[in-house]
């Protein structure tokens, strides 16, 4: 471990550039929606969904084509400058640091559109030496641009090596921002032998004992998640630093059901949202990431009930304690951030009547 004063930590790593924040804001970012700065169609289509999303991305790494990556780049500065984002957020990803068009991407994306970008995400980041980076190279350039509010930094964790360095890569700079899940990748990097973009596998399972020694008669079988060890450490790694975990891409846009199941599990591990390819997957992850009314009227009743919030009581049969009063307490807080943005939701939370 190199020798940093925990006072070094907070300077700006450039004359002049923003001073580093020290706490990360919970806004809330349940969809990222991916679209392709290069694709016309698409772009046309980016000032018709401010308000309906919680962050647009602008990416120009894998699934832009190499001979369009100039064209991404400046597709995206074109549609920040052209564009009133509202609430939404702006979000880019740019290209792998092992590749030619990086350096080009901050370059060019910094002094022109950097007062509108809230996060860069960087993917397939090995450890903490990748962070530092970009790191510097934003600060001189937001110096350089005279930006007075510095940009997120986003690590996608797909690569053996970046999960083994997690707890590191989230404490490398104050301008860690979140993780997301690259599964695609990552089962790629691990020699993992499933060939989809996210999501189960049907061979990954478990199977029910033989019903009286019976092996070839029917016995369940219950498939599991191939991504729960990895999304299990990040959200320990992002909650011990401050910052928030994401699931990734779901690459099969048909099957929503299964869609959903996985940003379920992911929500429920402790992200707080996901990416999405498809606008049908944005009504999902609005869903999913999002409190139910259920949760939200049972959370109520445990504050209630539970007066300061110390000792136990008995609800409904079950023993409710401080413990479980701060579980339904990080429920209510979600959703006083979504409510803050989204009318629907504050709408349906209002209406929940509460019986102690
Ligand atoms: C995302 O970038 C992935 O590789 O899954
Ligand atoms: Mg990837």
């Known amino acids: 471990m190199p020798h940093i004063s925990p006072k070094d930590f907070f300077r700006p790593l450039a004359v002049g550039a923003p001073t580093p924040l020290r706490e990360i804001p919970a806004r809330p970012s349940r969809a990222i929606h991916f679209f392709d700065p290069s694709n016309e169609k698409m772009a046309a289509k980016v000032p018709g969904m401010v308000s309906t999303v919680d962050v647009l991305l602008g990416n120009l790494e894998d699934a832009v084509k190499a001979d369009r990556k100039v064209a991404a780049r400046e597709g995206l500065v074109r549609i920040a400058q052209e564009t009133d984002f509202g609430p939404t957020q702006l979000w880019t990803r740019i290209n792998a640091l092992d590749s030619p068009w990086v350096l080009d991407d901050l370059t060019t994306l910094v002094p022109a559109i950097g007062h509108k970008l809230d996060v860069i ?16 190279i934003l600060a001189q350039l937001e110096a350089k641009a005279g930006l007075e509010r510095p940009i997120l930094v986003h690590a996608i964790l797909e690569t ?4 083994a360095n997690v707890e590191e890569i989230c404490g490398a700079s104050p301008r860690m921002q979140g993780l997301s899940l690259g599964p695609a990748d990552l089962a790629a990097d691990r020699r993992m032998k499933t060939t989809r973009v996210g999501g189960g596998h049907p061979g990954y399972l478990v199977r ?12 369940g079988i219950f498939q599991q998640d191939l991504w729960h060890y990895t999304i299990a450490r990040m959200v320990d790694a992002c909650a011990t630093h ?6 990734g891409p779901f690459g099969d846009i048909a099957d929503v059901v299964a869609c959903e199941d996985q940003f379920r599990n992911a929500f429920l ?3 707080v949202g996901t990416w999405t390819l498809h606008p049908k997957q944005i009504a999902i992850a609005n869903r999913v990431f999002a409190p139910s009314v259920a949760d939200i009227r049972h959370a109520r009743r445990v504050v209630a009930a539970m007066g300061d919030g110390t000792g136990a009581v008995m609800l409904d049969g079950k023993m409710e304690d401080d413990a479980s009063l701060k579980q339904c307490l990080v429920m209510v807080e979600l959703a006083e951030q979504l409510a803050a943005i989204d009318p629907e939701l504050r709408a349906a939370y209002d209406a929940i009547e509460v019986d102690a």
């Open 269 to 271: 591990l402790g992200c």
């Open 160 to 163: 053996a090596r970046g999960v």
């Open 121 to 136: 995400m960087v993917p397939k980041v090995q450890g903490p030496e990748d962070i530092h980076y970009v790191d510097r």
């Open 208 to 219: 029910q004992d033989p019903v009286d020694g019976d092996i070839e008669g029917p016995r």
């Open 242 to 247: 401050g910052i928030f975990p994401y699931y």
